[in-house]
């Protein structure tokens, strides 16, 4: 028969919520203990050092965390990172080849596409799926699809026209 102690041992420890977790991070498999609660934005900021994926509200409002799961925007504060074992992530770090710029990140530089920055990786992170989904057919079709990605800053106009100009060029260059 088991002893008061031991009784409350078995109440009150909760069964383990970790487990063992590979994700492919820009190419890279990383093997990670994690607690299955974890998100991908904090596996990705706190664990693998990604900190360009930026966290704003934590709640699936305001874009900044976006990244690509196997091609498609994501929110990375409502995945789980355990949800995201076996697929292809993509962080905004993975989108430049070598030193050369994505040429969606060229055209938020040449166009001013940002002021202080926080919200830019989220938004040239949707505005790289947002070229693959064919939604840059005018700028009210920009503005809509890119709704999700708020800008404190208010750089809207010159994020419209750094994503025109992108995929005016046809994406062609594009990496992804
Ligand atoms: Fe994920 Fe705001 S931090 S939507
Ligand atoms: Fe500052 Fe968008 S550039 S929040």
């Known amino acids: 028969m088991a002893d008061a102690a031991s009784s409350r041992d078995v109440v009150e420890r909760p069964a383990s919520t970790e487990r063992i977790v590979t994700l492919t991070v820009n190419g890279q498999s990383h093997t990670l203990r994690l607690d299955t609660r974890v998100t991908l934005l904090d596996a990705l900021r706190d664990r693998l050092g990604l900190v360009g994926t930026k966290k704003g509200c934590d709640q699936g409002a305001c874009g900044a965390c976006t990244v690509h799961v196997d091609g498609r925007r994501v929110l990375a504060c409502l995945t789980l990172a355990a949800q995201a074992e076996g697929r292809e992530i993509t962080t905004v770090e993975g989108l430049s080849a070598g030193d050369a710029p994505h040429p969606v990140q060229q055209a938020f530089m040449e166009h001013d596409g940002f002021q202080c920055g926080f919200c830019t990786p989220g938004q040239i992170m949707s505005a790289v799926a947002l070229m693959a989904e064919g939604r840059t057919g005018s700028d009210e079709e ?15 106009p010159n994020i419209v026209a750094a994503i025109r100009d992108a995929a005016s060029r046809g994406g062609r260059d594009a990496h992804l």
């Open 142 to 156: 920009i503005r809509e699809f890119m709704s999700g990605n708020l800008c404190r800053c208010g750089a809207y």
